[in-house]
């Protein structure tokens, strides 16, 4: 070496590690928690920087995600029980609110895309569509 302390090279060194080892950490939370259509927000909407909300959209349920530094938060709504989804767009992020028809507090999801409000509220009618249409359409047992 060239004078320096070779403890401060160690020293460099682990702050280094410990450096990649939070970016991989916050990389790994932000990636999506399921596989189908998820909608993940902004890092650039307030309140998503280091771990965005996500939200899954299934024929069945819609499930609010938000990871944690430990752990993470989930609400889920079965489809039935999706009362109305509104948007909210602003000049680059959009606010999709899901009210429950069990009189409980909406999902507010904040900072989507514009384009993403817009599928998340088309697939959430078409799956309510499928699941209140699906009954009637089937053969019953009698017909066949």
């Known amino acids: 070496m060239t004078g320096e302390p070779v403890w401060l090279w160690w020293s460099l060194a682990g702050v280094a590690a410990i450096a990649v080892l939070l970016i991989l950490w916050i990389w790994s939370k932000g990636r999506p928690f399921a ?3 998820v909608f993940r927000a902004s890092r650039l909407s307030s309140g998503n920087r ?3 909300t996500q939200v899954l959209i299934s024929p069945t349920s819609v499930v609010h995600y938000t990871p944690r530094w430990i752990g993470k938060q989930e609400e889920t709504i079965h489809m ?5 989804v509104k948007i909210d767009t602003g000049m680059l992020f959009s606010n999709v609110l899901i009210e429950t028809s069990g009189g409980s507090e909406p999902i507010v999801c904040h900072g989507h ?6 599928e998340m509220k088309t697939l959430i009618e078409r799956y309510q569509t499928d699941y209140y249409r699906g009954p009637s359409t089937r053969r019953s047992p009698e017909s066949a």
């Open 113 to 118: 895309r514009k384009g993403d409000a817009v």
């Open 35 to 37: 596989s189908g259509d």
């Open 80 to 84: 039935a029980h999706v009362a109305s």
């Open 50 to 52: 280091l771990f965005p």
